[in-house]
């Protein structure tokens, strides 16, 4: 049974927490209560192949953004969390990859970005084409969750699998070049 490191990352009180807590107890919490660092083991079956998951929930907060790359450089696979009804926290997620990415020393990074809060409609800041024009500039998954309604909390553990499982192949023939 393959194991996978997942780290998720995003800004404070965009809701890594919650999401991380919905899928791994099928529970939400309505208090909000600011996340230092949180470790969790679940196993899931993906695409008929049993898996699994370490999950780190990792503090939002920029006391601890030191902390960072030790999680960036033992993880394998990356959610980046935003909330829909923070604009802020969307323009904070881009640091977060380049960080990622110069970290891993490759742009060819288990990735899925997530907005969260789909819930909070009425309240959005962030377009939902906004995070897949990112997302497709990244040549990752994108998907709006809801930690609330459980809405594709599921599916993004699923995908962050998927992700990491592709990323983990050699590239195939001529997906790439080589200059000598």
């Known amino acids: 049974m393959k194991e996978f490191k997942v780290v998720v990352l995003g800004s404070g009180g965009v809701g890594k927490s919650a999401l991380t807590v919905?899928?791994?107890?099928?529970?939400f919490a309505e208090k909000y209560d600011p996340t230092i660092e949180d470790f969790y083991r679940k196993e899931i079956e993906v695409d008929n192949s049993p898996s699994i998951l370490e999950i780190l929930d990792t503090a939002g907060t920029e006391q601890f953004a030191s902390m960072r790359d030790l999680?960036?450089?033992?993880?394998q696979?990356?959610?980046?969390?935003y909330s829909l009804v923070n604009?802020?926290?969307?323009?904070?997620?881009?640091?977060?990859?380049?960080q990622i990415c110069r970290l891993k020393g490759t742009d060819r990074v288990p990735i899925v970005l997530v907005g969260n809060k789909v819930d909070l409609e009425s309240e959005r800041e962030v377009r939902t084409a906004d995070g897949a024009t990112l997302a497709n500039e990244w040549?990752?998954?994108f998907l709006e969750t809801s930690?609330?309604?459980?809405?594709?909390?599921?599916?993004?553990f699923a995908e962050i699998?998927?992700?990491?499982n592709f990323m983990?192949?050699?590239?195939?023939s001529g997906d790439c070049c080589i200059i000598l």
């Open 147 to 156: 930690a609330k309604s459980k809405r594709n909390v599921d599916e993004l």
């Open 22 to 27: 919905q899928f791994v107890t099928g529970t």
């Open 87 to 98: 604009a802020q926290s969307f323009h904070d997620i881009r640091p977060m990859r380049e």
């Open 161 to 164: 699998v998927r992700e990491t």
């Open 168 to 172: 983990s192949q050699p590239p195939k």
């Open 139 to 141: 040549g990752c998954p």
């Open 77 to 81: 696979g990356f959610i980046l969390v």
């Open 71 to 75: 999680y960036i450089k033992n993880g």
